[in-house]
Antibody
Framework: QITLKESGPTLVKPTQTLTLTCTFS??????????VGWIRQPPGKALEWLAL???????RYSPSLKSRLTITKDTSKNQVVLTMTNMDPVDTATYYC??????????????WGQGTLVTVSS | QSALTQPPSASGSPGQSVTISCTGT?????????VSWYQQHPGKAPKLMIY???KRPSGVPDRFSGSKSGNTASLTVSGLQAEDEADYYC????????FGGGTKLTVL
C-alpha cells in the first residue's frame, strides 16, 4: 500500500521561506521511472503544479515559480522536500505531494497525500 | 505555460452521460498522449481517474472514459451517479505539468 503525507508549518510570515516534507511509504524513489511531485490549491481555487523530482534526480519546476522553488529527495528516509522562498499571502494554499508510478514516461499523480494547509500571514 | 481551458461547470441527470472538455495547445495536450484527469470531492485530495488520455487506474469504474482530438481532451462520465458530483481537473505532461482550471460537475 502506497501512502504519502505532507508535513510542515501551518503558518508562515510574509517573506519567510517555507519548507515542506513529503514522507512516503510503499515505494522507493530509487526505482527507475518513479517520480514525486508537489501541487498546491488555494482555497476555492484550482490545482497548480509546482515541481517534481524523478528517481534519477531529474528535477522540473513550474516556470512561473522556478526562481522560488527547490525540490530535493532523501531516498534513505523516503522523503521529498520542497522549499519555497519569499512567501506571500497569495501562496496560502493546501499543498499536496503525489506519486507517479514507473510504468509511464509521463507524470501523473496516482497516489496523493492528504494535503497540508499553509497560511501566509503576519 | 498557460493553464489548460475547461468549462467552469457541467451537469447531467442520473443515468445520463456528460462530457467535460480540456483544451490546450500543440505543445501540451496536442503534442503528447500524457493527459490525465482527476476527481476531487470537497475537502478531499484529488483522485486519479484517467491517465495517458484513456487509461483507467485499477478501481475506477468503466463509466469514466477519456479521449483526445487535436489539442482538446475529453472526459466522459456515463450513467451519472450522485457520487460523481465533484470537481474535475485535467492535466497534461510535456516535460512540465500543467493543470486545467477545473470543472464543477453537478448531478441534477
Amino acid at each position: 500500500q502506497i501512502t504519502l503525507k505532507e508535513s510542515g508549518p501551518t503558518l508562515v510570515k510574509p517573506t519567510q521561506t517555507l519548507t515542506l516534507t513529503c514522507t512516503f511509504s510503499g515505494f522507493s524513489l530509487s526505482t527507475s521511472g518513479v517520480g514525486v511531485g508537489w501541487i498546491r490549491q488555494p482555497p476555492g481555487k484550482a490545482l497548480e503544479w509546482l515541481a517534481l523530482i524523478y528517481w534519477n534526480d531529474d528535477k522540473r519546476y513550474s516556470p512561473s515559480l522556478k526562481s522560488r522553488l527547490t525540490i530535493t529527495k532523501d531516498t534513505s528516509k523516503n522523503q521529498v522536500v520542497l522549499t519555497m522562498t519569499n512567501m506571500d499571502p497569495v501562496d496560502t494554499a493546501t499543498y499536496y505531494c503525489a506519486h507517479s508510478p514507473p510504468y509511464s514516461s509521463g507524470w501523473f499523480g496516482l497516489n496523493w497525500g492528504q494535503g497540508t494547509l499553509v497560511t501566509v500571514s503576519s | 505555460q498557460s493553464a489548460l481551458t475547461q468549462p467552469p461547470s457541467a451537469s447531467g441527470s442520473p443515468g445520463q452521460s456528460v462530457t467535460i472538455s480540456c483544451t490546450g495547445t500543440s505543445s501540451d495536450v496536442g503534442g503528447y498522449n500524457y493527459v490525465s484527469w482527476y476527481q476531487q470531492h470537497p475537502g478531499k485530495a484529488p483522485k486519479l481517474m484517467i491517465y495517458e488520455v484513456s487509461k483507467r487506474p485499477s478501481g475506477v469504474p468503466d463509466r469514466f472514459s477519456g479521449s483526445k482530438s487535436g489539442n482538446t481532451a475529453s472526459l466522459t462520465v456515463s450513467g451519472l451517479q450522485a457520487e460523481d458530483e465533484a470537481d474535475y481537473y485535467c492535466s497534461s505532461y510535456a516535460g512540465n505539468v500543467v493543470f486545467g482550471g477545473g470543472t464543477k460537475l453537478t448531478v441534477l
